[in-house]
């Protein structure tokens, strides 16, 4: 099992940046993919951007060129720099990790709120 904790999120003005982080712990060794998905209030979840152990990263369209993961494997550690907010960036966002099996964990979520 992994298990991901996330932090960073919070209220921030349009057009502000928040830095998300993502803590794994437990079998790490068999993560093959991290990465941030979101829920907003009445939609479904969906990818935000992921990041494999070498490094490849995946982002969603809407996100590109503002929203941007990264990873520390010496520290277990996922980020997610998120520029250039926007209030439709509103929602939950979740952790995810992703063994070479295809078995998925998930995070408990940390909401981010854009708003003036």
């Known amino acids: 099992q992994v298990q991901l904790v996330e932090s960073g999120g919070g209220l921030v003005q349009p057009g502000g940046s928040l830095r998300l982080s993502c803590a794994a712990s437990g079998n ?12 907003a209030p009445g939609k479904q979840r969906e990818l935000v951007a992921t990041i494999t152990r070498s490094g490849s990263t995946n982002s969603a369209d809407s996100v590109k060129g503002r929203f941007f993961i990264s990873g520390d494997n010496a520290e277990n550690q996922v980020y997610l720099q998120m520029n250039s907010l926007k209030p439709e960036n509103t929602a939950v966002y979740y952790c995810n990790a992703a063994f070479y099996n295809g078995i998925n964990y998930w995070g408990k979520g940390t909401l981010v709120t854009v708003s003036s």
């Open 28 to 39: 790490i060794r068999r993560i093959g993919t991290m990465g941030w998905y979101r829920q």
